[in-house]
Each structure stands twice: as structure tokens, then as C-alpha cells.
């Protein structure tokens, strides 16, 4: 412990020091003013923002496409301009002090992912183009469009990425593990989500009508995010409250097909699925606020299997002073779901076993309270802090019985951050902050009884330097240092994990980038002490376990190009990833289905991913494509890691006719080669395919056809009606067709 | 314009046809299981039984070669078919009953046709002589015209559900082949 408070003491003192130095650094300034307009139609953009790069200093345009930014030290800048659905600009700007300088920026409108800016890379803001590891983003618009309503959806079409089932895969780093311990870190706004027992992702748990963008870095993100995020981090950013009043309403409603088979066919009329969202926005001087709610129901494509969630989002914003802002942000989700997992058999694969308790509801809660602040010391200095709870509950139930729990957990997981930035001149940058978890069981029988009140704790610290040698160039160098203690076990000791990143900007057009780190992940509270029944399955405790440690490497480019007269962009990269001491259920038998977490595995992945995008003359049609190419290897069985996709080939046209847009999605993954053998315990266990998923969608927009502020969409989710599994024995959803409504006022 | 959007629209539709000419069909139910299934009626009904403790079990059986010259080796060899499975004594159809259901599975490979199914019983408790032709006799077989001297051969076609009825007159066995 004394260690921890070290560190907290000299990150304080750095801080206080570079206060005074650099406060006094900066004393003749300027004003910043210009406009944002989209470069084709000219209209102004309100809400863009334009910010300083690599500086605190920002503005968010007015009604008019206005912005002022005031106190400017003079000097040469550059500003960064995004504004959602178009893509963000650099500009180069000078600032002379006592003088106003007049400028006019124009966005070009994206409808392909092109340039960005990001935040999860450095934990600042940064032009994507500036980073050195692969980070791919998804916006509003794209989550509006597929009609996104939970993150895993949104995942599902990222390169790189997979979803088995409830857990996420970035470039083959996760196989299948009932959900336990995730190898990807989940951020809603930089705050850590993944629960407080079973360190999971809950992909429900996010108020996606409501987020701007999300952000998923590939590689080894520990050296800046810690334990989970092994395989790379998933930043989920929510819309700030806007400007003037802003009120959104989405509707769908659908019905899942009939199945193609007479064997699935479960029942006589079409199953529904539906829901509404609405969110009000509006900022009244220095305090903004947004508050959403929704409510989605489904009657499932399998019997015994519809779900109702409900979730609400409250977030508030106070700008304190020109130099201090507040934001709190509240979320909630519920969901009420039947609970089975595992089909009958292929033949009967919309039917639960026999002998399921049909009545049993699976019932959880989410819930999230955070709050930021942040702080300009100084413009070259600057903090942010944040603290907040995610705190999550599920149980089964049986209502028709009179003692009708039968699984239930709670627990908290805690966490506070304090993060500066101190920029020591324009070429060299320092991040650095310390964080504190801890991560309470509040009640848990599924937790083995004799171990008594089970807490984690972990305690970090970390540093990052940026320095710019060349123009262009950034490299990148840093390492966090974390200790984990868990309960009774014995301290984890400090693990340090490294990393380092070069970009280079060769041209407007190239960008190379090469990067290095460390990671690990400390095994949860329920993988060490759970003992539970889950489906067929009887979970064992192991407190035994050790860390998971990786180390990534990776290689790669952006080229940015002309073909047909268009703008056409491709991506590459080679990555190559050690793992050691993986964590992976372990079943000791087929007859005998305990389940036991183990450090079971040595594994290497390595793997080459393309991304292309651009547009046929005339924007006649959009084409984005990536294909991922993975060897997973088990390096302890020589043989191909569990669970893993080695290829995956990722496709989406745009086809723009007039007021109406037609797209097209398309996924491939390659079928798993290895699997757990469960044959014993659930029928055609070893059943599976390879994935070919069609989303089509129709979008119409009203405001071109009626004058109305509104979008119409008609979606068909895969519209080949492919069956497929993503987990053993579960058929992944089939064919549904929605129409949306999207209306903002 | 116009030549631009063509050229679009065959992007389009090329880049869906490579996509979608490498899907199969996806997961899909397995085909059903060929089978010979029916009724076992008994004349006479309960009443018609023999006394029961000359009963031990009893069993629909189908054999490819006929009359089959090792019941054990014919079975191995997939050549004869039975239900209930189990060659053990406690495994048997309903006793003492007016009529029942049976439902034999024919694994794949299927064979063309089967050239004698009967309902047997079996006569000795031993349960080290359960594969002895000796200890079953045969109650009832599928014949041409209801003439249970003259055993019928039933062609297979797979993933099919042969309807076989089978009728036991205990006071009219047919001729026991072994």
C-alpha cells in the first residue's frame, strides 16, 4: 500500500509544479473565430466542434456555425473540426495576441469511415490518423441506420471483431467462456464497465440511442487501461447535450420469419420484436442536460425465448468557469428475459430441452453513476478526474414458486481516476494519472461460502510520453504499473507493462504506424470463487488462478488514394500477439460437465487485416470491405485456439438514389475449427457452419420527400435467412424485418 | 450519369454474387431417421396371451438376410435391426396388452430391403443365451396377404417411415425359422 501512495504523491507534486511553471508560461493571448459549413451544400453546422490540438482549448459551434475561441496564447496551431457524419479537418492557424483571427472551415459529409478523431488511443483527443495502433470507429449515423439497440449488434460489423455470443472477440484475443472475464475493456466515456464478479461486458447495459460514437483499439491497451483489456479496449462515447433544444424519437416494429424448416416452426404467427426510444437535450446557459429512455421487447426466433428491456440516461454538464467542467452521467438498464441457453437438439432447435424449467426468467439490473471534472490549469496543463460505480444485479426466478430465486449476484465495481496532461512544448506531451478499483461482492450465493466477503482491489499508475522528433512523426513511449490484491489471496506484486508506438505522417495521403505493449488481466471474483450450475454445467472455484499476461506487436499504414476520380482509403496491418497463462474453462470429462477456470493455455496469435473503402464515379455506390486473416494457435496442444474464427471478411454498399439509400451488409467468418466436445451433454453440440450474415436496409429520408425531420427504415436483418450458431448448440437469430422511424425536432 | 449508375448497379450485383456463391445452406435439421414403425395387434386381445411367465421379453426384429445364421454377427454387421434397443432381458415391448407401438431405426447405410421382420419373444431367462436363435420364438411376421406362412421382403428407401402392422394370433404361430 505504501507503494500506492507514493506514486499518488509524486503525481501530485509533478502536477502542482508543472502548474506554477506552465501558468506562468502562457500570459499574451488571442482570439480564435470562425465558421463550420459543409463543404458541398455550404450549410452551417451547429454543434461541430473545434478544438487545439493536443490542448484543452475547445468550442462547440452555435445555431449559426459560429465558434469563439478566447484567450488563445499567441502562436501556430492546429485545429482539429469534427462534427458527426462528416469527416474531421486539421487546419493550420496562427494567433497573434491582442487580434482576432477569422476563419472558415468546411467538413466534407462521411459516409464512409474515413478520417476521425479519437480519444481511447492516448486518452486525449486525437486525429486517427495521429495514432499508432489501429483503432476503428462507428458514429450516430451508422448506429442509426442498422438500428442498433445494443453494443454487440453494433460490434458485430466492426474488422476484426466477433461476438460469441455475450462475449467480444477483437482479432482472435477471446474464445468462449460462459461470459467470464473479458479479454476487451468496455468504456462508457472512459469509465470502466465490466462488472463488478464476473468481469464481463453487459452489452445491454449501454444507452446506445444516445451515443455519438464508439471507439475500438485493437491490441494490447493495458498500458494505459489495465487489467481487461488484453485484446484492445471498446470506448462507448454518449452525445453531449446540445446547444439549442433537440428532442429524438426512434420507433420499430417487426416480426422475426417463419423458419425455412417445418421442424422449427414453434408457432403459428410471426413473433414481434419492438421498441421506442426518446431522448430531450437542450443547455441553458452553463448547465446542459440530456435525459433518454427506452423500451425494447422481443418474442425471440426460438419458443421460451422473448426478452424486455427497459434502460434510462440522465447526463448533466456544468461549466463551472471558462476553465472547470462537471459532467455526471446516470444510466439504467433492466432486462427480463427466459433463461435457457442450449437447444434440444438440431432438429429442435427453436425448443429448450426437455425437463427446462420453461417458466424461468433470467431478471438483471445496470446500473451507472459517474462524474468527470475537468481542469485547465493552464493551457499547456490540464486534468481530468472521474469516480463512479457500475453496479450490476441479476437472478433467476421462477414466479409460479413460492421460494422462487434460485441464482442471484450483486456487486459493485468502484473506480476514480486522476489523469493530467502537461505539454512541455509544441513537441513533447506527458499523460500520466493514477486509478483505483475496487470491485465488492454485495451478495452472491453463486459465491463459494466458505471464502466469507470477497473484495478486489487494484491500484494503478501510469505515464505516457509523446514526442514529436519530426514533423508528422509522433513516437510514443509509457508504461502503467499495476498491483492487484484479492481478499485473502496474496498480492499480485506490481505488473508493469510497457508500451511503444511510432506514427508517421508521410504525407497527406500515408501514414505508417508501428506499435508495441504489454497487457494483462487479473482473473475475477467468480472465476476464482463461483460455484454454480449454468445451463447443463456445474462451475468450480479455482482460487488458484494466475494473471493473464500478452504482449502485441503490430505494423501498419493508411494510404489514401484516387481511383474512378473518387477518394478511395485502405488500412493494413500485421500483428503478431503472445499469450501466457490464458484463462479457459476446462471441462475434465464429457460425461462430467464441472467446469473449473484454469491457466490452461500458451497461445500466439498472429494476422493480417485489410480495410478498403471509397466510392464508384460519381458516388454512385459505396463500398467498404475488410478481411481479417488470424492464426490462433494453442500453443500448449499445437492446435487452433478454441473458438476462433480465422478469417473474417467484412463488406457494406451504399447505394444513394436520390432521397433514398439502399445498403447492404454482408459478414463472413470462417467456421471454428475447435470446440469444447460436449456432445455427451447437449445434442448435435458439434453442429456449427461457417457464418454468411446479409443485412439489407431501405432508408428514407422524409425530410427530402415531405419536408419532414424524419427517417424511414426498412430492415431486413439477415435477409438470407442463414442459420448459423454463434455459441454451441444456440441458433443465432433468423431472418427479422423492422420498420423504423427516426425523428428529431 | 446514367452510364455511371449502370456501372454501379453491376458492381453491386457482382460484388453480391462473389458474396453470396460461396454460402451454404447454414445449419439445418438432420434428415429423419429411416424407420419401420406400426401396430402389433394381438387376436384375441389380453386374453389371447399365452401365461405370463412364459413371456420374457418381447421384440420387433428385421433382418436383411433370412433366415439369419448368427443373430450376434448379423447385428454387428448392421444386417438386423430391433427394438427395444438393448440386448438385455429386462428390455422389451409392452406385455399383455391388446395391441402396441414399435418404431425401429434403420442406421444408415440403409439397406435396399429387408427380407423378414417378425415379433419374437423370448423363452429363456439365461441371460448368456439371449443370442441364441434358440431362445426367441417368433409371434407374428410381415406377410403378403395376412398369410403368416409366407414371410414378405420390404424394400427401404431412406429418411422414410415404413408403416409395417404386425398381427399375433398366439393360437396360430408362424413357422419358427430357427
Redesign the interface.
Same mark, same amino acid.
Given at each position: 500500500m505504501k507503494y500506492y501512495l507514493l506514486i499518488g504523491r509524486t503525481s501530485l507534486a509533478i502536477a502542482l509544479f508543472l502548474t506554477i511553471v506552465l501558468s506562468a508560461a502562457f500570459a499574451q493571448t488571442g482570439i480564435i473565430k470562425g465558421t463550420i459549413k459543409d463543404a458541398e451544400t455550404a450549410e452551417t453546422l451547429a454543434g461541430a466542434t473545434v478544438k487545439i490540438e493536443a490542448r484543452q482549448t475547445g468550442a462547440v459551434a452555435n445555431p449559426h456555425g459560429v465558434f469563439v475561441l478566447r484567450g488563445v496564447p499567441a502562436g501556430a496551431y492546429t485545429l482539429l473540426t469534427t462534427s458527426i457524419g462528416y469527416e474531421a479537418r486539421k487546419i493550420a492557424i496562427s494567433v497573434q495576441s491582442n487580434d482576432t483571427t477569422f476563419v472558415t472551415i468546411t467538413l466534407k459529409s462521411q459516409l464512409l469511415k474515413t478520417n476521425d478523431v479519437v480519444v481511447s488511443a492516448g486518452k486525449r483527443v486525437q486525429a486517427v490518423q495521429d495514432v499508432p495502433v489501429s483503432i476503428t470507429t462507428v458514429g450516430q449515423r451508422e448506429l442509426q441506420q442498422r438500428g442498433i439497440t445494443r453494443l454487440d449488434d453494433a460490434l458485430r460489423y466492426v474488422p476484426g471483431v466477433n461476438m460469441n455470443r455475450d462475449q467480444v472477440n477483437i482479432r482472435g484475443s477471446s474464445g468462449f467462456s460462459l461470459g467470464f472475464g473479458s479479454r476487451v475493456g468496455v468504456f462508457l466515456d472512459g469509465f470502466p464497465l465490466l462488472s463488478g464478479d464476473g468481469g464481463d461486458a453487459k452489452f445491454d447495459a449501454l444507452p446506445m440511442f444516445n451515443v455519438e460514437r464508439i471507439e475500438v483499439v485493437k491490441g494490447a491497451g493495458s498500458a494505459l487501461y489495465g487489467t481487461g483489456a488484453l485484446g484492445g479496449i471498446i470506448n462507448v462515447i454518449t452525445a453531449q447535450p446540445t446547444e439549442t433544444p433537440e428532442f429524438r424519437f426512434r420507433g420499430f416494429a417487426g416480426a422475426f420469419t417463419k423458419p425455412r424448416?417445418e421442424?422449427?416452426r414453434w408457432r403459428e404467427t410471426l413473433p414481434f420484436l419492438g421498441g421506442a426510444d426518446a431522448s430531450y437535450s437542450q443547455k441553458i446557459g452553463d448547465v446542459g442536460v440530456l435525459i433518454a429512455g427506452g423500451y425494447k421487447r422481443s418474442e425471440g426466433h426460438q419458443a421460451y425465448y422473448e426478452n424486455a428491456q427497459w434502460n434510462g440516461l440522465a447526463k448533466l454538464s456544468y461549466e463551472a468557469s471558462q476553465n472547470t467542467s462537471l459532467n455526471f452521467l446516470f444510466n439504467y438498464a433492466a432486462e427480463d428475459r427466459s433463461n435457457w441457453v442450449y437447444w434440444k437438439s438440431?432438429?429442435a +432447435?427453436t425448443l429448450p430441452p426437455d425437463g427446462t424449467n420453461r417458466e424461468e426468467r433470467f431478471k438483471s439490473y445496470k446500473t451507472t453513476a459517474a462524474l468527470d471534472v475537468r481542469h485547465i490549469f493552464s493551457d499547456g496543463f490540464f486534468m481530468t478526474a472521474r469516480a463512479g460505480v457500475f453496479a450490476t444485479d441479476f437472478k433467476t426466478v421462477t414466479p409460479t414458486q413460492a421460494n422462487n430465486t434460485n441464482i442471484t449476484s450483486a456487486a459493485n465495481s468502484w473506480n476514480g481516476e486522476a489523469q493530467f496532461t502537461s505539454i512541455v512544448d509544441s513537441t513533447l506531451l506527458f499523460t500520466y494519472g493514477a486509478t483505483a478499483t475496487l470491485n465488492a461482492i454485495v451478495e452472491s450465493p453463486i459465491i463459494d461460502p466458505s471464502v466469507g466477503k470477497i473484495t478486489q482491489r487494484i491500484v494503478a499508475a501510469y505515464v505516457q510520453g509523446e514526442y514529436k522528433p519530426l514533423a508528422g512523426m509522433t513516437i510514443t513511449l509509457g508504461s502503467r504499473f499495476d498491483g492487484e490484491k484479492t481478499s485473502n489471496l496474496a498480492s499480485s506484486g506490481v505488473i508493469v507493462n510497457p508500451k511503444f508506438g511510432i506514427s508517421y505522417q508521410l504525407s497527406e495521403e500515408t501514414q505508417l504506424r508501428a506499435s508495441a505493449g504489454a497487457g494483462f488481466r487479473a482473473p475475477t471474483i467468480a472465476e476464482r470463487f463461483a460455484a454454480l450450475r449454468y445451463a447443463s454445467f456445474t462451475v468450480q472455484p479455482n482460487p488458484t488462478l494466475r494473471n493473464e499476461r500478452s504482449w502485441s506487436f503490430e505494423i501498419g499504414g493508411k494510404q489514401a488514394f484516387k481511383l474512378f476520380g473518387e477518394d478511395w482509403n485502405v488500412d493494413g496491418a500485421l500483428f503478431w500477439s503472445e499469450y501466457d497463462d490464458l484463462v479457459e474453462p476446462r471441462l475434465p470429462s464429457p460425461s462430467n460437465p464441472q467446469i473449473q477456470f484454469v491457466n490452461i493455455t500458451r497461445a500466439r496469435i498472429q494476422g493480417v487485416e485489410v480495410a478498403l473503402n471509397g466510392w /464508384?464515379?460519381?458516388k454512385? /455506390?459505396g463500398?467498404e470491405t475488410s478481411i481479417t486473416a488470424i492464426n490462433p494457435r494453442d500453443l500448449n496442444l499445437d492446435q487452433v485456439l478454441k473458438y476462433r474464427s480465422t478469417v473474417l471478411w467484412y463488406?457494406r454498399?451504399i447505394?444513394p438514389i436520390g432521397a433514398f439509400q439502399i445498403q +447492404?451488409d #454482408?459478414r463472413?467468418q470462417s467456421r471454428f475449427e475447435q470446440i469444447d466436445d460436449l456432445t455427451a451433454i447437449i445434442t448435435?453440440a458439434d +453442429?456449427?457452419?461457417?457464418i454468411?450474415i446479409?443485412d439489407v436496409r431501405v432508408i428514407a429520408n422524409m425530410a427530402q420527400i415531405a419536408g419532414l425531420p424524419m427517417l424511414l427504415t426498412l430492415n431486413v436483418r439477415n435477409a438470407?435467412d442463414? #442459420?448459423?450458431?454463434e455459441i454451441i448448440g444456440n441458433?443465432a437469430p433468423t431472418r427479422h424485418i423492422t420498420l423504423q422511424v427516426d425523428m428529431k425536432f | 450519369?446514367l452510364n455511371?449508375?449502370l =456501372?454501379?448497379?453491376c !458492381?453491386?450485383l457482382l %460484388?453480391?454474387f462473389t458474396? =453470396?456463391s460461396? !454460402?451454404?445452406?447454414? %445449419?439445418?435439421?438432420?434428415p429423419p431417421p429411416t424407420t419401420i414403425s406400426g401396430t402389433i395387434t394381438y387376436v384375441g386381445g389380453r386374453a389371447g396371451w399365452t401365461t405370463k411367465d412364459s413371456v420374457i421379453s418381447l421384440r420387433v426384429a428385421a433382418f436383411v438376410k433370412f433366415p439369419p445364421a448368427d443373430i450376434i454377427l448379423e447385428v454387428l454387421s448392421g444386417k438386423a435391426f430391433y427394438t427395444p434397443q438393448g440386448l438385455t432381458i429386462d428390455s422389451t415391448l409392452a406385455k399383455y396388452v391388446d395391441s402396441s407401438s414399435y418404431r425401429i431405426v434403420i442406421p444408415n447405410p440403409v439397406p435396399a430391403r429387408v427380407e423378414y421382420i417378425a415379433v419374437v419373444m423370448l423363452i429363456s431367462t439365461d441371460p448368456t443365451k439371449i443370442a441364441l436363435p434358440s431362445s426367441w420364438r417368433v409371434l407374428g411376421i410381415y406377410s403378403m396377404n395376412g398369410n403368416n406362412k409366407q414371410p414378405a421382403a420390404l424394400d427401404l428407401k431412406p429418411e422414410t417411415d415404413h408403416r409395417v402392422n404386425l398381427i399375433v394370433d398366439f393360437k396360430n404361430l408362424p413357422p419358427q425359422p430357427f
Open positions: 424448416y421442424e422449427w438440431l432438429s +432447435a /464508384l464515379p460519381g454512385t /455506390l463500398i463488406s454498399l447505394l +447492404a #454482408y463472413f448435435n +453442429a456449427r457452419v461457417p454468411h446479409l438470407l442463414y #442459420y448459423y450458431n441458433l | 450519369m455511371q449508375r =456501372f454501379a448497379y !458492381c453491386a %460484388l453480391s458474396a =453470396f460461396s !454460402c451454404d445452406e447454414g %445449419l439445418k435439421p438432420p
